[in-house]
């Protein structure tokens, strides 16, 4: 089974800094994909960024990039220029088409200091 | 946004008692999710369904069942619920139709306290 690993339960940053949050996942398999999701305090998930495995590039949504390195089965995120909006949960998980479900890591709280 | 609503929001309810969670889409998706949340696990799937009346197991299955008799609704029952079943519960769907994979849309969540 696939697992999804988020070894930081708690982040801060100062707005306007940048901050990385780390995910590594476990798997076997060559096809899937890894998403990151943003959990404010209203408890809606929303997507934030996703990378395909096949892909080399770097995933970039806005202030949001990933460090993807799939030989070490590493998948971080990067928020550039913090704002006090971004502080919320971030989940990390992985899709693999095979089995058409996600396994979600156990987060990581980000706070934002003004 | 996508369509999902879940019902009720909120409940709170005694151990042993039934419960049932509803979920409801307006998308027409074909694959629906049940999710319970817990602080320290993430989102952890306990089933699934992959069309009317076709459903499946997760990785958290144990004391709950589903029901799904029409496209747009998932029912998750908890036939008598427990303490350890305490959590937040999202309903999630997607649809392959046109997308490159199964991106999964949330909905509000329910939370769920069981005395």
């Known amino acids: 089974a696939q697992t999804v690993t988020q070894s930081q339960p708690e982040m801060s940053v100062q707005e306007a800094e940048t901050v990385t949050l780390s995910c590594t996942y476990d798997?076997?398999?060559?096809?899937?994909?890894l998403f990151w999701y943003k959990q404010p305090p209203s408890r809606q998930m929303i997507l934030v960024i996703r990378q395909e495995a096949y892909k080399q590039q770097n995933a970039t949504e806005n202030r949001f990039s990933v460090n993807f390195q799939k030989a070490a089965k590493s998948f971080s995120l990067k928020i550039s220029d913090s704002q006090l909006g971004d502080a919320a949960m971030y989940f990390c998980?992985?899709?693999?088409?095979?089995?058409?479900?996600?396994?979600f890591g156990g987060g990581t709280r980000l706070m934002v200091k003004p | 946004d996508a369509g999902i609503t879940q019902s009720p929001r909120h409940k709170v309810t005694e151990t042993g008692t039934p419960v049932t969670l509803r979920c409801h889409q307006t998308e027409n998706h074909r694959y629906m999710y049940w999710y319970r949340q817990d602080p320290g696990h993430g989102l952890r799937l306990i089933h699934y369904s992959y069309g009317v009346k076709d459903t499946d197991k997760g990785e958290v299955s144990d004391g709950y069942s589903v029901s799904r008799s029409k496209t747009e609704d998932f029912l998750l029952t908890l036939e008598s619920a427990t303490s350890s079943q305490t959590s937040v519960y999202f309903c999630a769907i997607s649809d392959l139709a046109g997308r490159p994979y199964n991106e999964q849309f949330f909905g509000p969540g329910t939370r769920l306290t069981v005395l």
């Open positions: 798997t076997s398999e060559s096809d899937y994909y």
């Open positions: 998980a992985y899709y693999r088409n095979a089995g058409n479900m996600l396994t």
